[in-house]
C-alpha cells in the first residue's frame, strides 16, 4: 500500500466528537512517526497532532486538550479522537508519515470534517 487510506469525518454539531483512522504501509507504519494534518477552504495545510514510535504526542496549541492521537502498530492505523468540535476545526484531514521519503508519495484522499449546526 502506498496511499493513506483516512475514514471517519462527517458532519457533526459544535461540541460534537467525531474519531477519525488512517491506515497505512505494514512495511513502514510501526517504524515511522505519524502526523494528522488538516487543510481547510483556502488555508494551507497544517499540521495538528503528532506521535512518535513510543507513544509520544504533541499537538498544536489550537487542538491541546481536544484532541487525542493514537495509534496501533499491529494494524498499522493511526487515529484521532476530536471532543469539544469547532466551526474553525472544518476542514479535510490528512494523516502522513513525518521525516520519510515516503510521505511524499503517501498522500490520501483525506476525510472531510465539518462542524456545523
Known amino acids: 500500500q502506498v496511499q493513506m487510506v483516512e475514514s471517519g469525518g462527517g458532519l457533526v454539531q459544535p461540541g460534537g466528537s467525531l474519531r477519525l483512522s488512517c491506515t497505512g504501509s505494514?512495511?513502514?507504519?510501526?517504524?515511522?512517526?505519524m502526523g494528522w494534518y488538516r487543510q481547510a477552504p483556502g488555508k494551507q495545510r497544517e499540521l495538528v497532532a503528532v506521535i512518535g514510535t513510543d507513544g509520544t504526542t504533541n499537538y498544536q496549541s489550537s487542538v491541546q486538550g481536544r484532541f487525542a492521537i493514537s495509534r496501533d502498530n499491529a494494524k498499522s492505523t493511526l487515529y484521532l479522537q476530536m471532543h469539544s468540535l469547532k466551526p474553525e476545526d472544518t476542514a479535510v484531514y490528512y494523516c502522513n508519515y513525518l521525516g520519510r521519503v515516503e510521505s511524499r508519495d503517501s498522500w490520501g484522499q483525506g476525510t472531510q470534517v465539518t462542524v456545523s449546526s
Open positions: 505494514r512495511r513502514i507504519f510501526s517504524t515511522s512517526t
